[in-house]
């Protein structure tokens, strides 16, 4: 196996790029709109903030298609999209819509949920002290939910990274497509399994640092 890497080291290592190019704009956008998305979320389900149950359930419908559209036929579905914003629907830009809005539907019902796990005597000591609707979810609410936001958002990198694998159709590249095409297409079954153990290592070592960095969240918030 070692060999078959420093053989193929170039064309993987190029593959691992584009990997990581994929995720690394998928997930910031996903934080970037996930956070609000979920927070406001959770505000329209709640008489003490801004309930809304008609915007609620809109908003919810939307998160919900979107996570109900097998993946492969969202990026057919979406190529005209692409088309219109970037005037291609082929290579690594092309792989970033459908991957950030799948995300972004996850992620999003991730933070809700963090929301609704939260203790009600946060809650109620919040309202008890006359904080606004923005004092509760900014200094009370989110404070509390640093760890799980975290942990969720570890666990959306690694389905992102599964979600990847797919997007060679639309000639994005990457390590699935890679271990696709080079391995499986070309009964070179060593190099797939090569890269399926790369790919075993990096959630591996993902799960690693999301999990490292929750502990120091959670030891820092102990100790103030």
């Known amino acids: 196996m070692f060999d078959l890497l420093i053989q193929n080291r170039k064309e993987i290592f190029q593959a691992f790029i584009e990997t990581n190019i994929m ?12 956070l609000p998305l979920g927070t406001l979320l959770y505000s329209l389900n709640k008489e003490y903030l801004i309930k ?10 939307a998160l919900n298609t979107l996570r109900s559209v097998p993946f492969l036929l969202f990026i057919f579905v979406l190529i005209p999209v692409n088309r219109f914003l970037f005037n291609t629907s082929y290579g690594v830009i092309s792989a970033i ?45 989110f404070p509390s939910i640093y760890s799980d936001l975290i942990l969720s958002f570890t666990s959306v990198i690694m389905s992102t990274l599964s979600y990847s694998t797919v997007v060679g159709v639309i000639g994005a590249g990457g390590l699935g497509d890679y271990a696709f095409r080079y ?10 399994y090569l890269i399926i153990i790369i790919f075993v290592l990096y959630v591996f070592f993902i799960q690693s640092i999301g999990y490292f960095i929750a502990k120091k969240v959670n030891k820092y918030k102990e100790k103030n």
């Open 183 to 192: 391995g499986y297409q070309e009964y070179n079954y060593k190099l797939m």
């Open 97 to 141: 819509i459908p991957l950030s809005l799948v995300t972004i539907s996850i992620y999003t019902r991730f933070v809700e949920q963090a929301y609704i796990n939260i203790d009600q005597s946060i809650i109620d000591r919040a309202i008890s002290m006359g904080a606004t609707k923005i004092q509760i979810i900014y200094y009370f609410l």
């Open 23 to 34: 995720i690394a704009a998928t997930i910031i956008f996903s934080l970037i709109v996930s």
């Open 52 to 61: 809304n149950k008609i915007l609620y359930q809109i908003l919810s419908f």
